[in-house]
């Protein structure tokens, strides 16, 4: 059964400073894998996703995220953290058994301090 | 409207009340999900419905009951809750798959429970 592990409950970082945000996945089959995004009393919103082909994906806001087989990791990054990056993010696995559903990590909150 | 939308936005109940959730989206999608998002604790699937029918109920009391009458449309119907039941409920639609899925979930805003 697939599994996403999010390291770390809680990242600060300074305004400017670089965002890592640590995603482990378990799966049998080759993964499909989603980053969203939550703001306060708000629904999940997706930042990027891997299906296939490049490792390397970008997505909105200036996030990217690397997909790593051997390390079977899919780590979220961004270069330099605004302000409004504040929020919670949750990596996301797609579930390999019976229909389409995504199975979440508990959530990283990102505070940025200027 | 475009998106899913979720009404109310917040919901205040008395243990004894009956009140429904409503969600709605407007993405031509056919599968449809309930989340319960509590403080302090990972995102939980309760219900899935694909083209309208329920194909997963993750042991949730009967106090929650969905319905969907159609793929634009799925309810979630409360009645006796509890206070833990209090939390953020989320919405969801995606595209239909069977198996893994490059097809991301899209969200509603929640609604705010709280149990009184």
């Known amino acids: 059964a697939q599994s996403v592990t999010q390291l770390g409950s809680h990242v600060s970082v300074s305004e400017g400073a670089l965002v890592l945000l640590r995603c482990n996945y378990s799966?049998?089959?080759?993964?499909?894998l989603f980053w969203y995004v939550q703001y306060p009393n708000q629904g999940l919103q997706l930042l990027l996703k891997?299906?296939?082909?490049?490792?390397l994906v970008k997505g909105i806001n200036g996030f990217e995220a690397e997909f790593k087989k051997s390390e079977t990791s899919f780590h979220l990054t961004k270069p330099s953290a605004h302000m409004s990056d504040a929020a919670e993010y949750f990596c996301?696995?797609?579930?390999?058994?019976?229909?389409?559903?995504?199975?979440f990590g508990a959530g990283t909150r990102l505070a940025v301090h200027p | 409207e475009t998106g899913v939308t979720q009404t109310p936005r917040h919901l205040v109940m008395g243990m004894t009340n009956k009140k429904s959730l409503k969600c709605e989206q407007h993405?031509?999608?056919?599968?449809m999900y309930w989340y319960k998002q509590s403080a302090k604790k990972p995102l939980e699937l309760m219900f899935v419905?694909?083209?309208?029918?329920?194909?997963e109920n993750n042991s949730v009391p009967s106090r929650f009951s969905p319905e969907c009458p159609n793929s634009s449309h799925l309810f979630l119907h409360l009645h006796t809750l509890q206070p833990e039941d209090s939390a953020l409920y989320l919405c969801?639609?995606?595209?239909?798959?069977?198996?893994?899925?490059?097809?991301?979930?899209?969200f509603g805003q929640g609604t705010r429970l709280t149990v009184v």
């Open positions: 969801a639609s995606s595209h239909y798959r069977q198996g893994p899925s490059g097809a991301e979930a899209f």
């Open positions: 799966s049998s089959v080759p993964p499909y």
């Open positions: 891997y299906t296939t082909g490049a490792t």
């Open positions: 996301a696995v797609s579930d390999s058994g019976g229909y389409n559903k995504l199975i």
């Open positions: 993405l031509g999608h056919n599968a």
């Open positions: 419905y694909n083209f309208k029918e329920q194909t």
